[in-house]
């Protein structure tokens, strides 16, 4: 289904982004890249000298609930395979860390259910040449999925302490292709403008001009649109200046929650 001629969706506010900070996720070790690759920073090789004893059940989360659905991308399916998604929950929670559910992480929100990450992820369509932008940082589980598969990552969090803890784990973990903001993401992040895909992890009422204003010609943006209750997942791409959206999965996500000052 095609839709996207609402007048509302060209009417563009160019207003400036609102944050507090600006998280350049480093490690201050050598600048190599740790996950899913030969060379290993100070961090990942750590890693590497402690088996992660969650190896296995990350490999049967990727067969069970994600190839098994259907998707197939080997980029990404590697990139699930890898990424320790135990890392990005609370301690209470790393037990269910590979589970097919959601979880509760800190301030009232949730890291999604891996499918549906691995879904809206597949969508994208992702090169490794892509720059991302990424709305809704939460545990940062996702943007650290997203390091493996682009170039370059801005992930834009209203909630600080949110924000300052998935850069902390981003560091980490040796990913340094990844820019964490604080701030209201519903305005995107002009100043890097355009970017090769967006993908919004907050449910919105609608697509937001601002976002839309910000994706490149031929780009995709993958967004729940909808009310608080349920939405769907729309697949938008921008083509001659206009919105092809399709209608895809039915979905549950917090709420995008735009204007206001950071939590
Ligand atoms: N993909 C995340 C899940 C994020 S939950 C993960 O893997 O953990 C959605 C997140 O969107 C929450 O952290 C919430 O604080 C954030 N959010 C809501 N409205 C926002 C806005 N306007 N700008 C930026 N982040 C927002």
């Not at 399916?77 to 990005?88: C, G, S």
């Not at 545990?139 to 598969?149: E, I, R």
């Not at 784990?169 to 993401?185: E, K, M």
């Not at 909808?226 to 917090?254: I, N, Y």
Request: net charge neutral.
């Amino acid at each position: 289904m095609a839709a996207g001629d609402s007048p509302a969706l060209f009417a563009y506010p160019r207003g400036r982004v609102a944050r507090d900070h600006i998280y350049q996720a480093t490690t201050g070790q050598a600048p190599k890249t740790a996950i899913g690759h030969k060379e290993y920073s100070g961090a990942a090789l750590v890693a590497e000298l402690q088996p992660d004893r969650f190896a296995v059940e990350r490999q049967h989360m990727v067969e069970t609930q994600v190839r098994a659905r259907g998707i197939s991308d080997q980029r990404l399916l590697n990139a699930m395979a890898t990424v320790p998604r135990h890392e990005f929950v609370e301690p209470r929670y790393r037990d269910q860390a590979y589970e097919d559910h959601p979880l509760p992480i800190a301030a009232g929100q949730t890291i999604s259910q891996p499918y549906i990450v691995a879904l809206m992820l597949d969508l994208l369509q992702l090169e490794p040449s892509s720059k991302v932008l990424e709305i809704g940082t939460g545990s940062g589980y996702q943007t650290a999925l997203l390091t493996q598969l682009a170039k370059h990552v801005y992930s834009v969090e209203r909630h600080a302490e949110l924000a300052r803890q998935a850069s902390d784990n981003l560091s980490r973990l040796g990913l340094t292709n990844v820019t964490v903001v604080t701030g209201d993401g519903s305005k995107g992040l002009p100043e890097h403008a355009p970017f090769d895909a967006i993908i919004v992890s907050a449910a919105a009422a609608q697509i937001p001009p601002a976002l839309f204003d910000q994706l490149r010609e031929g780009g995709r943006m993958i967004i729940p649109v909808g009310p608080p209750e349920a939405q769907e997942l729309q697949l938008v791409r921008k083509q001659g200046g206009k919105a092809l959206v399709v209608m895809r999965e039915g979905c549950r996500f917090v709420p995008l929650i735009s204007g206001g000052d950071s939590a």
